[in-house]
């Protein structure tokens, strides 16, 4: 059975529900100061704590909330909504700072050579993730646990609230921007990335989903990322702890700038690099950055979008191809969305071969159900138009990208 195409017909001149007028209106009437003190008060009232461990992430929380605050194009809400980021993930540090605090076996938990996904957003890195997760020895990472790591705080009358929350804060997201799903579900269950831990110390490039932020942009490529990698490892031994296994499978889009430094963070790490046509997964992420816009954005400008991520896009697979080959090739796999799409199972072999990890009939099974459960467009699949949304030309983006194709010449071409 074919997915519902679903067709995003307002992206440049939005009609908005009466909820999302609503949301817009409330944070119009409740401005947001993006100020570190503002932040870290937040989070010390929400929790009763103070203590936020090292103070090497102080710079990056500046400089992160300013690059933001400089956004002018933000609309209210958008502030509010990175607001309540950065205090969500200060909240978290506090947690995990006192956990750690109070139990201080966890730094010594090995972290064992764990699988890292790496490639483009849009690119089957989600899907590889999710079908990984289906093999029980793995740890892996539900967005409801990758929000709220610690969970001492959320135990009420014996029962772990972290699930319910979640699925509230699901609940209004789908309901204010129902085709969110159709580009990257967060419900409770769906497996998420480890840029939520590396946000805990504020690294990574979350934010620029959100905002336009060239400066932090620019920071990111002129320091060194191993700090803030080193404390997602630090909450992957929290949540080990907490229940393991302690092999994990991971991954995030932003691993293809920082392959060196998440292998250093991790030692012994094996990395699976995705990869598709660039314009393809383009395509996707700005139709997805464009619908959301329309709450967290001013004015909605696809041109300014699309530019913004063209040459974000460039950057990260110029670091791809930079770095691919410092990596082991005994501890390394390129996976192809063609061929992940057309054999998921056979490719799932593979990179358990690779991985030195048995691969099992118990182990097929649990990919067979996995696979089954994680069909793709069971939310519908968007319909996309560069040329009428962007007015953009494939070929003419794709000509960008030629380099990543002379480097890996297995990619296929989608769009044309």
Same mark, same amino acid.
């Given at each position: 059975?074919?997915?519902?195409?679903?067709?995003?017909?307002?992206?440049?001149?939005?009609?908005?529900?009466?909820?999302?007028?609503?949301?817009?209106?409330? #944070?119009?009437?409740?401005?947001?100061?993006?100020?570190?003190?503002?932040?870290?008060?937040?989070?010390?009232?929400?929790?009763?704590?103070?203590?936020?461990?090292?103070?090497?992430?102080?710079?990056?929380?500046?400089?992160?909330?300013?690059?933001?605050?400089?956004?002018?194009?933000?609309? #209210?809400?958008?502030?509010?909504?990175?607001?309540?980021?950065?205090?969500?993930?200060?909240?978290?540090?506090?947690?995990?700072?006192?956990?750690? &605090?109070?139990?201080?076996?966890?730094?010594?938990?090995?972290?064992?050579?764990?699988?890292?996904?790496?490639?483009?957003?849009?690119?089957?890195?989600?899907?590889?993730?999710?079908?990984?997760?289906?093999?029980?020895?793995?740890?892996?990472?539900?967005?409801?646990?990758?929000?709220?790591?610690?969970? /001492?705080?959320?135990?009420?009358?014996?029962?772990?609230?972290?699930?319910?929350?979640?699925?509230?804060?699901?609940?209004?997201?789908?309901?204010?921007?129902?085709?969110?799903?159709?580009?990257?579900?967060?419900?409770?269950?769906?497996? %998420?990335?480890?840029?939520?831990?590396?946000?805990?110390?504020?690294? @990574?490039?979350?934010?620029?989903?959100? #905002?336009?932020?060239?400066?932090?942009?620019?920071?990111?490529?002129?320091?060194?990322? %191993?700090?803030?990698?080193?404390?997602?490892?630090?909450?992957?031994?929290?949540?080990?702890?907490?229940?393991?296994?302690?092999?994990?499978?991971?991954?995030?889009?932003?691993?293809?700038?920082?392959?060196?430094?998440?292998? #250093?963070?991790?030692?012994?790490?094996?990395?699976?690099?995705?990869?598709?046509?660039?314009?393809?997964?383009?395509?996707?992420?700005?139709? /997805?950055?464009?619908?959301?816009?329309?709450?967290?954005?001013?004015?909605?400008?696809?041109?300014?979008?699309?530019?913004?991520?063209?040459?974000?896009?460039?950057?990260?697979?110029?670091?791809?191809?930079?770095?691919?080959?410092?990596?082991?090739?005994?501890?390394?796999?390129?996976?192809?969305?063609?061929?992940?799409?057309?054999?998921?199972?056979?490719?799932?072999?593979?990179?358990?071969?690779?991985?030195?990890?048995?691969?099992?009939?118990?182990?097929?099974?649990?990919?067979? %159900?996995?696979?089954?459960?994680?069909? &793709?467009?069971?939310?519908?699949?968007?319909?996309?138009?560069? &040329? @009428?949304?962007? @007015?953009?030309?494939?070929?003419?983006?794709?000509? &960008?990208?030629?380099?990543?194709?002379?480097?890996?010449?297995?990619?296929?071409?989608?769009?044309?």
């Amino acid at each position: 059975m074919l997915a519902e195409k679903l067709r995003i017909s307002d992206l440049a001149h939005p009609v908005l529900t009466e909820m999302q007028k609503q949301a817009l209106a409330h #944070a119009d009437a409740n401005p947001v100061m993006l100020t570190p003190e503002a932040v870290l008060a937040a989070a010390c009232a929400a929790t009763g704590l103070s203590d936020f461990g090292d103070d090497g992430f102080r710079p990056r929380l500046s400089l992160w909330l300013k690059a933001c605050d400089d956004d002018t194009g933000l609309s #209210a809400l958008g502030r509010a909504g990175i607001f309540g980021q950065a205090v969500n993930y200060a909240v978290a540090r506090l947690y995990l700072e006192d956990l750690i &605090r109070r139990y201080p076996e966890i730094e010594q938990i090995d972290i064992d050579r764990p699988l890292i996904i790496a490639g483009l957003p849009r690119s089957g890195t989600t899907y590889a993730l999710a079908l990984l997760a289906g093999d029980p020895r793995l740890r892996s990472l539900p967005h409801w646990e990758g929000i709220r790591p610690v969970a /001492g705080p959320y135990i009420v009358g014996g029962k772990d609230t972290r699930h319910d929350l979640c699925a509230r804060e699901w609940a209004q997201t789908d309901a204010l921007l129902p085709f969110v799903k159709s580009v990257h579900e967060f419900a409770p269950d769906h497996v %998420t990335e480890d840029i939520e831990l590396q946000g805990m110390d504020f690294g @990574g490039y979350y934010i620029e989903w959100t #905002a336009r932020v060239p400066a932090w942009r620019d920071f990111q490529f002129s320091t060194d990322r %191993t700090p803030w990698l080193r404390y997602m490892r630090r909450a992957m031994q929290a949540l080990t702890w907490q229940k393991g296994p302690n092999r994990w499978v991971s991954k995030c889009p932003q691993h293809m700038e920082q392959l060196r430094e998440v292998n #250093a963070a991790l030692p012994g790490a094996f990395t699976v690099i995705n990869h598709r046509d660039p314009v393809a997964s383009i395509q996707s992420a700005i139709t /997805g950055g464009a619908y959301s816009a329309r709450v967290t954005r001013a004015s909605v400008n696809l041109r300014e979008i699309a530019d913004y991520w063209i040459d974000r896009y460039e950057r990260l697979l110029r670091a791809c191809v930079r770095d691919r080959d410092a990596l082991d090739p005994a501890r390394s796999y390129d996976l192809y969305f063609h061929e992940l799409m057309a054999d998921p199972l056979g490719q799932l072999e593979a990179i358990y071969h690779g991985a030195d990890l048995p691969f099992d009939d118990q182990t097929r099974t649990a990919f067979e %159900t996995a696979i089954t459960a994680n069909k &793709r467009g069971r939310h519908g699949q968007l319909s996309y138009d560069l &040329r @009428g949304d962007f @007015g953009l030309e494939p070929a003419a983006i794709r000509e &960008r990208f030629s380099f990543y194709f002379d480097r890996f010449p297995q990619v296929r071409v989608e769009v044309q």
